[in-house]
């Protein structure tokens, strides 16, 4: 069994704590990124296996979760609930592994890991990139100041 990697935990309890209050709201939601039924992997291991397949740094998962950030200050409409948090956490980590890491493997390869088909990750790419406005960068102290908090926040749920 692998190894818990406690900034994973620490996402993966983040998201799922959003995803509780969302999907008691029951609001529909028509964006692409939205399934019909909640896939059945918790986001932990849905996050475990994009680690373990992708090799990307532990950086991606930080800036991920600054672009699922930026994605609800700019998309207030956008609810992230069970049904669509898989495909929004691939797509965040996916740009961030491009943006971030020197190494990236093809869309085909992110969306087997993923658990779409290669059409499907090319047009929620498209669609994540223009719900950033392209806006990818992300500055140090941003960075610095949610790598804390990540560290923080797992620190009290590990007590």
Known sequence: MQQQNPILLTISNILDEIIKETDALEVESNSIFHAIAAPAISIYNYLQRINKYTHCSEQCFVIALIYLDRLQEKHSYLVLNSHCIHRFLL??????IKFQDDDYYKNEYYAKVGGINLKEINKLE????EYMNYELFIDEQQYLVYEKRLLEYGEIEMS
């Open 126 to 129: 498209q669609e994540f990139l």
């Open 91 to 96: 797509l965040a980590l996916v740009t961030a």
